[in-house]
């Protein structure tokens, strides 16, 4: 206002249309603050999002059409023959190999982790939140910690193989590690947690009088399982596939610890071409079809699940 | 009614196996770090001594230095990041922010290799960071941020935001009002976010492993170091003891929280 007055008593002559615009002007920016009041709070966490998530992504992506050089640096050429190496016979294999290992990793967790959060909630009794506790307690040491320490029980002088050598039920120490198996059970024993939480939190909030009410309607204890119960738990096995899917699908510690230089996954051929031969192009082809893949199951179980499904189990 | 019976039994086995499952591997490792084993994967008999011979390990003593330093900084600034998108996205609506909460999803969903590579292309091709302990900080936040944002946020819908209205209609000004009354409100989320927010930062491996470039060691890499070219008992008392300090953290913490609700179950009585 300072400044109106101040222009009010220098400039007599072409005082009136003078403060008028000004005034009006002053309002559109206060307008237009208003309506951008939201970004002092989101802007932080949207320019970080963008240096530091999206420009990186991009980077690899524009990188995986580039040539690479003979040194390890990349050829400003277009071309698309660092996506050739999906086809390759080993690393199709490799991927092959993933996306089964993920996919059973998922289907095991489900099959064992359905049961596992029903007994918690159904005779868990007052013991439900102590024996959630139990569920994640182990998930909070570092992984590579937990699949040392997985690996060290299979090993082939290990824990496990004693223990069946002294109840005579094998002759010989077996092999376990370094095979597909031993990855799979890695890959389970790290994400189980994952799948049970979302569905004991869904089975948790079911409402007890439906499931009264479809026993007073003649359901048996199955029926009842399958025609409520399971229908109205499933976001929670979206939610809970994502989680297990999608860490298995990226990883490199499992195969690298469990399977040794002989089973190889995904993750490690990314780390491969990235960090050991220094050829970024491929590398950067290899990383954006494996996001793509992810961002694909992301998408399906958002879609089935709703967008806070995700957010929810934060 | 018998069926229910065999039922009950099935699922009493397959978690009661899980359980076995799930822990079988800490508590031999939690064992065997007591063992006078030379490897660390047999039982011969107890002995402090790996313990005594950690502490008399510069290297590891470093590697958890900096960790905890790694970890400080992810925590202040995500939860200051955090706590304050959380608000906007909470607060008001705009164009883009559907979009921003999707692509926020991204550092937590997307495999943890990608983003370390993508990173460490980033950095060195592109923006030219020297790789250091600079790099393992973005990293981190990186994913710590959306952390934060989303533990903070879904607890925003239990607020009783109408403490804020009356503040202001008592006469408050908007910053008064903020630290009297909305930033108390949002204090237990943002404790909530930092509790979840630690774990993951303090043991994150791989992105760390991509960024870090030579000679900056966190805990997870030098565990890594230690772990690749043999087995040798000083995992097995590092892993000891990330096993027994976070149990000991949550037994804690839930002592005083049930404490708490007693107490105040008892006061409302």
Not at chain 2, 53 to 59: E, F, G, K, T, V
């Amino acid at each position: 206002m300072g400044a109106v007055a101040d222009t009010i008593s220098s400039k007599r002559s072409s005082k009136i249309t003078e403060t008028r615009r000004q005034h009006h002007s002053g309002k559109k920016i206060i307008g237009f603050l208003r309506r951008r009041a939201y970004f002092p709070y989101v802007g932080p966490l949207s320019v970080w999002i963008i240096l530091f998530v999206i420009a990186p992504l991009g980077i690899i992506i524009y990188y995986s059409f580039l040539r690479a050089g003979p040194s390890g640096n990349i050829i400003a050429v277009f071309t698309l023959e660092n996506y050739r190496a999906l086809f390759n016979p080993t690393v199709r294999v490799v991927f092959l190999r993933t996306f089964l290992l993920a996919f059973l990793t998922n289907l095991i967790c489900l099959i064992v982790g359905y049961p596992i959060a029903y007994w918690i909630v159904m005779y868990g009794g007052r013991w439900k939140h102590r024996l959630v506790f139990l569920l994640i307690m182990p998930s909070w040491t570092c992984y590579l910690i937990r699949l040392y320490a997985l690996k060290t029980l299979m090993g082939y002088s290990g824990l496990l193989n004693a223990v069946l050598l002294k109840l005579n039920l094998i002759q010989a120490p077996l092999q376990l590690l370094y095979t597909p198996g031993s990855i799979l059970l890695g890959l389970v024993y790290a994400w189980l947690p994952f799948m049970v939480l979302p569905i004991y939190a869904s089975l948790e909030g079911l409402d007890p009088l439906l499931l009264e009410a479809s026993s007073d309607l003649g359901a048996n204890s199955f029926e009842r399982f399958f025609t409520v119960t399971l229908p109205l738990t499933k976001g929670s096995l979206f939610v809970g596939s994502l989680l297990v899917f999608i860490p298995s699908l990226g990883d490199w510690l499992a195969p690298l610890l469990l399977g040794g230089d002989k089973v190889l996954l995904a993750g490690s051929l990314v780390e491969h071409y990235f960090l050991k031969q220094g050829n970024i192009p491929v590398g950067s082809s290899l990383a954006t079809f494996l996001t793509a893949v992810v961002l694909l199951a992301l998408y399906v179980v958002i879609k089935f699940a709703g967008q806070d499904a995700l957010e929810r189990v934060l | 009614m018998k069926g229910r019976k065999v039922a009950r039994s099935v699922l009493l086995g397959i978690s009661v196996l899980s359980y076995i499952i799930l822990w079988a591997p800490a508590l031999v490792l939690i064992l065997f770090s007591f063992s006078k084993n030379r490897f660390g994967i047999k039982w011969e008999g107890f002995t402090l001594e790996w313990y005594a011979n950690l502490l008399s390990q510069p290297a590891a003593m470093d590697a958890l230095k900096l960790s905890i330093l790694v970890v400080a900084i992810a925590i202040v600034v995500s939860s200051l990041g955090g706590t304050l998108a959380a608000y906007g996205l909470y607060k008001y609506q705009f164009k883009g922010r559907g979009i921003l909460r999707v692509v926020s999803l991204l550092p937590l969903v997307m495999p943890t290799v990608v983003t370390g590579a993508a990173m460490l292309v980033y950095f060195t091709q592109l923006i030219h960071l020297r790789l250091g302990i600079g790099s393992v900080i973005i990293a981190h936040i990186t994913f710590t941020i959306p952390l934060s944002t989303f533990v903070v946020l879904g607890r925003m819908s239990r607020i009783d935001w109408s403490l804020e209205e009356a503040s202001i209609d008592l006469g408050a000004n908007k910053v008064t009002t903020f630290w009297k009354i909305t930033f108390p409100l949002l204090l237990p989320s943002i404790f909530a976010s930092g509790l979840l927010i630690f774990p993951w930062s303090f043991n994150d491996f791989i992105t760390t492993y991509f960024v870090a470039g030579v000679g900056v060691t966190t805990l997870p890499i030098y565990i890594f170091s230690q772990v690749r070219h043999s087995t040798t008992p000083i995992v097995n008392t590092i892993g000891a003891i990330f096993i027994i300090i976070p149990l000991l953290g949550t037994l804690f913490t839930s002592f005083f929280r049930n404490r708490k609700s007693a107490q105040s179950r008892s006061g409302h009585d």
